[in-house]
């Protein structure tokens, strides 16, 4: 095959390799229109699995906005995603494949999740004294609360 993989191929090499987590999986379903848990990166691993599908498939860099919608930790990230993608990649002037960890990076990623649920008025939530999230709670609105007493 010569010339660029199409997206099938691309999406189905990626899916058969070893290089999947349950953030990069969401991505995959939410841009292919299946159904998705929406589950956002956690860690500096995760984060990692999540741009090297975006290499694999460019074509989905321009809706990553789209996961917004699964919550606020993704609204977090988002909101911060240039910045923590530039420090995963350069934290410290050392590459990622060649540092051991990323505490930078991965600070960045627990204070943008803090900050979406901070200002996400439909969470109750608890934040530790460096800022990033302790525990979380949805609240229920008054619709949901009227559902579950019919």
């Given at each position: 095959m010569t010339g660029l993989k199409t997206l099938e191929r691309r999406v189905?090499?990626?899916?058969?390799?070893d290089d999947t987590g349950a953030s990069s999986t969401?991505?995959?379903?939410?841009?292919?229109g299946e159904p998705c848990e929406g589950y956002a990166?956690?860690?500096c691993s995760?984060?990692?699995?999540?741009?090297?599908?975006?290499?694999?498939?460019?074509?989905?860099?321009?809706r990553l906005h789209e996961m917004a919608a699964y919550g606020p930790d993704w609204k977090g990230l988002l909101e911060r995603w240039d910045q923590i993608v530039h420090l995963y990649h350069n934290e410290g002037g050392v590459p990622y494949s060649e540092r051991?960890?990323?505490?930078?990076t991965y600070r960045a990623m627990k204070l943008a999740i803090a900050e979406g649920y901070?200002?996400?008025?439909?969470?109750?939530?608890?934040?530790g004294g460096d800022g990033t999230?302790?525990?979380?709670?949805?609240?229920?609105?008054?619709?949901?609360?009227e559902d579950q007493e019919d």
């Open positions: 189905i090499s990626w899916l058969l390799s969401s991505i995959c379903a939410h841009m292919l990166p956690s860690d995760d984060l990692g699995r999540c741009l090297r599908l975006l290499d694999q498939v460019p074509d989905w860099a321009p051991p960890r990323s505490p930078e901070r200002n996400d008025p439909s969470y109750e939530c608890s934040f999230l302790m525990w979380s709670r949805k609240i229920a609105s008054e619709t949901e609360e």
